[in-house]
């Protein structure tokens, strides 16, 4: 099992605890069942639809918000994951579809608008810190090039380098790829978001990978600051 460590830093923004979801013996390959294609038609649907403005409006996008700008951040340049996802979609005019352990938590991130980290778990190294950067450093997301890190930005990191950044960006060295077996989903939440509220997200994305992965192990932790 990886370590987790919750620096004194992370918890001084206001992130208390982490939920985290172990997924094993997955396949990102497999066929989504015929239930979460529904359920993604109607989250599509509503994101196509629905008032950006309403949901940076909502707490739980404040919550982020909040964070961001408390480390001196844009909101405008590093808007929060999901108005920043909706806005994708409706340029898009439809929901990205890259696998199904992404399609499943994707869906999720709409339905309850967390940032759900996703990565797979054996290209992490060793432990995964929680913590403000305190140190100029660089990080690579997911199909883009190097960001710089500040050292009041919020991060976690493994023994090799930054995994997320931000609570926006993932990183393109931990991503999922054909051959993942095993998952790590994290959720960092913020100062309006319960464990009772991630822990049920992380139970809707169990289920939802269940339906089409019958060989899964999901375990839940929450790791307090």
Avoid at 51 to 60: G, M, R
Avoid at 143 to 167: C, F, N, P, Q
Avoid at 186 to 205: D, F, P, Y
């Amino acid at each position: 099992m990886v370590k987790i460590i919750m620096d004194k830093s992370i918890v001084a923004l206001g992130i208390k605890s982490i939920v985290i979801g172990i997924a094993k013996n997955i396949d990102p390959q497999a066929p989504l069942s015929d239930s979460f294609l529904t359920k993604q038609k109607k989250m599509e649907e509503w994101a196509l639809q629905c008032d950006v403005d309403e949901i940076l409006n909502h707490p739980v996008t404040q919550g982020y918000a909040a964070l961001l700008q408390n480390v001196g951040r844009s909101i405008k340049k590093y808007p929060p994951t999901v108005p920043a996802f909706i806005r994708n979609i409706q340029r898009r005019g439809s929901m990205p579809h890259i696998n199904s352990v992404i399609d499943i938590y994707n869906v999720e991130s709409l339905r309850s608008l967390l940032a759900i980290g996703g990565h797979d778990l054996g290209k992490v190294d060793g432990q995964i810190e929680f913590a403000v950067s305190k140190k100029e450093d660089v990080f690579l997301p997911i199909l883009s090039t190097e960001k710089h890190v500040a050292k009041t930005d919020y991060m976690y990191r493994d023994l090799k380098g930054i995994m997320a950044w931000l609570d926006v960006r993932d990183g393109e060295n931990y991503k999922f790829d054909d051959k993942t077996k095993n998952a790590i989903f994290i959720i960092q939440g913020n100062a309006n978001t319960s464990v009772e509220m991630r822990v049920e997200a992380l139970k809707r994305i169990q289920s939802d990978l269940a339906e089409c992965m019958p060989q899964l192990g999901f375990d839940i932790q929450v790791i307090e600051g």
